[in-house]
């Protein structure tokens, strides 16, 4: 389109600015008004979210305004993101060119906190441009009304579509465009991304899918990226730690970066690593800039300050997780700093995005490594970024449990034809292979619970009626389902509130009405006594004590507090980045850019011992303290690495090498037990390349995760999103723990009589796909078969020190829960004896 | 086979218990859940809660409809091993009152056939106020056999004679001990030698935290044992060392 043919009102809007609308937006303009749902791919600054919105607002400009007294169109133009503080601030943003330019536009926000009465307004008086989640899609999509509302729909945009597809937000989101494009045909959508591996991907989630053999991409639009982003690495004087992940090393260094620069963003991987870097860089900050925290956990209010602070321009710095890693508007950042290693070059790149949003300026960036083996995989991240490689994840395949909660809402809005709902689901590029088998499992799932004991028909949520449709049985299941919408399964968390402390010995919390500080999770409160001081919020703060669902802290002057259950980085290492780490630790040639100490850490290992091949697998063994020690070095993550760890535990212990535990990281393994190891694999006792055979994904797998607690954490969320348990809704905690059935006890009971059941499957799916990295972990063995280099040392490499060190800080593993609980009955034994 | 012979291999050939004293009276605690009280050849369960799985499924909740059947093969085992002349259940056998008239046939027989040859008593619980219908055995609100007094329900007074020698469900009582950065959860009994509560027995019955203030209105603070299920075994624990949730 030339610009030209913009309606005048736009061209006279645009030229009072002194812009020129893009090219990518007039190209957008075009494919939508022939009919085609197109993917923008472009970087930040490149005005992505006027160009989806354009198209929109120019036909909205041609329909005119309505007639005064005559029934509204319906929705025209449907807006979905991930956040819902994005959507309230995008619609903030489009009201002003909306306003300006007079146009006959009524846009508004649906989010979960819109209030109710508006909500009912919505539905009988919709607005043009509705701006959404997909939990809101949801549930419009299951009410009666929906096939009215929707049926004038005449496009989706759906902004930060990378990082919605990657999670079973996506896959509902799937399943609603599929719902949709039946309501409204003809119905475009719009797709905004950044930078992704396989756009196709993309594309083809944006379109329906008639064919099941071919794939159906949309139209793509894609805006190169501005200037190469000028990224280095930190070369600090100070000694680059072996292992750890907290960066404390190089504060001082962080510190002048803030001070030269106007605005700097700190991005770190976990909310302890975001907790401590602040501390630290506070606890030196002598010209007191205004620094400041954003993690998840912190307490809403507190949040949206520091958020208005930043748009404000009052900070120097804000220290955030990947809370920030999204779409908002920070204003004018110059520095991004990444502390830790990057963990994949997308995520690197997206978040180098965030500094400076005009494009043609180059955005700068520092990545801080916070041990040795970081410094190599921010050395692979640094290549890829100046290659502009991606590595995005791949699709995902449908989640069934998701699928169970969908076909429930589309019940509640109308009676369900079973072959039709089926084909409409497979239109989705997301659930195009389920098959029909699959599909009926579901819905007997949701009518009666799926079992193959027939027992529960009578109390059947879903009927069928003689004309073969589906109907729900109750009105009240519709508000069930409304109240477990949803797929974010939030971990069970607890308040914090500080109190004054009371550490005069009695047990229970003293001090009322403190502030909340925010919410932490279960777990981690779980592990800890009374007194026990942890970093929250930015202060180190004292455990009182729990009562009801608040955990009790006071402030403590305690310089270190103990931080008793760091999990590690958050994301696990992309197979990109493990390929550019591998690669450069097998050829020397390129460690003449590592800092010096690292490059003398690397040709010690050459030395002493080997070096890992690109693609084979090194073993080292080595006797210490009494304990023989067996140290590979995969680089495929710490999810593949913690599944290989139980595994490999599990088969030395039937081959009487008598394991005692292991631990694992990013980069490699360590398994430590009482034979000797070194002898046991030179002798050929036992065959290296049968330990790491592929049939280790077999029986051994099976048997461990049949009482793995992971497998359990899974099957909860699972149990929730399809519907089985019901959500935990605030306000319902007091009712007790004894009250509400355990998902561990449904999990025993169904593995024990039917192994299996659909909803094991989901768990089974899911934890494959996530937790344990099944699929990554095949392919490792795989690639290292034959491939195999043991060498047996007199003691600990170079390259095992890191590991070595993770001992005592990470999780170990492969101690038998009972054995604990008998080991401390006896030392009570021991104690009552003396 | 003489009758003491006949004893005799029968008091070998029961499980092992770990046994307490309660009220002056020696019993032992199965790692099943169960209490045995050898001198009077009781077995005593506690909390059954069967056709809760059906319970819920009335509300739309479907849950899987294994849980009576756990339950009942569970019994059945117990049952077999110890081989007593009398059976009390304590109360919440049946997860509502209805629960017993929903037991579908298969598992009716069963429970029947377990009753066999035995004397059975079902005490009432608050989840089953009536006596269950179809079923054999006598149902009381409590009864009491030499020094020991079995209900549902504590009575809800610390150290009064009422409570001695008490043994009675309902609490779910449930542990939790910490080591090595772990927490272990479990199933226990709890006792203060003067009353025992037992863990509830069912496929899909919950705990209740000892550390909960419900505890406090039966035992003096702190002053009570906990023996927690295990794989073969129970780990005991004093109070101190048991942490809440």
Redesign the interface.
Known sequence: MDAALLPNRFQSWFAARGWAPRQHQLQLIDHLSAGHSTLLIAPTGAGKTLAGFLPSLVELEARGKRKPGTAGDGIHTLYISPLKALAVDIARNLEAPVSEMGLPVRLETRTGDTPSHKRQRQKLNPPDILLTTPEQIALLLSDPASARLFASLKTVILDELHALVTSKRGDLLALGLARLRRLAPGLRTIGLSATVAEPDDLRAYLVDQPDPEGRALSHMVQVAGGAQPDISILDSEERVPWSGHSSRYAIRDIYELIKKHKVSLLFVNTRSQAEMVFQELWRINDDTLPIALHHGSLDVGQRRKVEAAMASGALRAVVATSSLDMGIDWGDIDLVINIGAPKGASRLAQRIGRANHRMDEPSKAVLIPSNRFEVLECQAALAASKQGKQDTPPLRQGALDVLAQHLLGLACADPLDAVATHDEIRSSETYRHLDWETFEKVLDFVATGGYALKSYDQYAKLRKGKDGLWRIAHPKIAQQYRLNVGTIVEAPMLKVRLVRSKADGRRTPVGRGGRVLGEIEEYFIEQMAPGDTFLFGGEVVRFEGLRENEAYVSRTKSDNPMIPSYMGGKFPLSTYLAEGVRAMLASPSTWKALPDQVREWLEIQRDKSVLPAKDGLLVETFPRANKHYMVCYPFEGRLAHQTLGMLLTKRLERLGARPLGFVANDYALSVWGLSDLSLSFSSGKIPLDQLFEEDILGDDLDAWLADSSLLKRTFRNCAVIAGLIERRHPGQEKSGRQVTVSSDLIYDVLRAHEPDHILLKATWNDAAEGLLDISRLGELLARIRGRITHTGLPHVSPLAVPILLEIGKEPVYGEAIDTLLADAAEELILEAME | MSALTSHLRKYAAAPVCHDIQINGQLVGLHDSGVLWWPDESILVVADLHLE?G?S???R????????T??TLEKLAGVIDAFDPACVICLGDSFHDPDGSDRL?APYRAMLTTLQLGREWIWVTGNHDPVAPVRLCGVTVDEVKVGPLVFRHEPVEKVGSSEAAGEVCGHL?PAAR????????R?ACFVTDNTRLVLPAFG???????VTDKAYSMIFRRRQFSVF?L??D?L????AS?V???
């Open positions: 809760k059906s819920y499924a009335r739309g909740v479907m849950l899987p409809p294994y849980d059947g756990a579908p779910h001990v910490r080591r090595f950065g772990r927490s272990i479990r496929a899909l019955t919950g705990g209740l935290n927690m295990g794989n075994r780990f005991p624990f004093t060392r942490v809440g949730d």
